[in-house]
């Protein structure tokens, strides 16, 4: 059977979904130090590049609106990205701070 590719994460407010993505994030790196990761086992493979678009904010000196500038990040990322890439989106299109 096939790895996923794609992972929704959903969940109320204030249930962890942020935290739950950076912690993800932050696991990737460590292992690809070799660092200690918790957990009592895992297995992790090699990621080239992570692209994270935890969140976006507009300001009056820029030309796009915060869903502008989602769209751009994702174009980027999934324009660069390969099979070994992590992506990792919070609050797409939502113009809200983590």
């Known amino acids: 059977r096939a790895a996923s590719r794609v992972q929704i ?28 990761v918790p957990a009592d086992d895992a297995e992790l493979g090699l ?3 992570l692209f994270s678009g935890i969140q976006s904010c ?3 000196s820029s030309r796009c ?11 980027h990322a999934l324009r660069n990205a390969t099979n070994a890439s992590l992506l990792l989106l919070d ?3 939502k113009g809200t701070h983590a």
Not at 21 to 34: D, E, F, M, N, S
Not at 65 to 75: H, K, P
């Open 9 to 36: 994460v959903t969940g109320a407010n204030l249930a962890g979904k942020s935290v739950y993505l950076k912690q993800v994030g932050l696991i990737v790196i460590l292992a690809q130090v070799g660092s200690f």
């Open 47 to 49: 990621c080239d590049i």
């Open 91 to 93: 609050e797409f299109g």
């Open 65 to 75: 609106s915060s869903f502008g500038i989602d769209l751009a990040q994702v174009a």
């Open 58 to 60: 507009e300001g009056a």
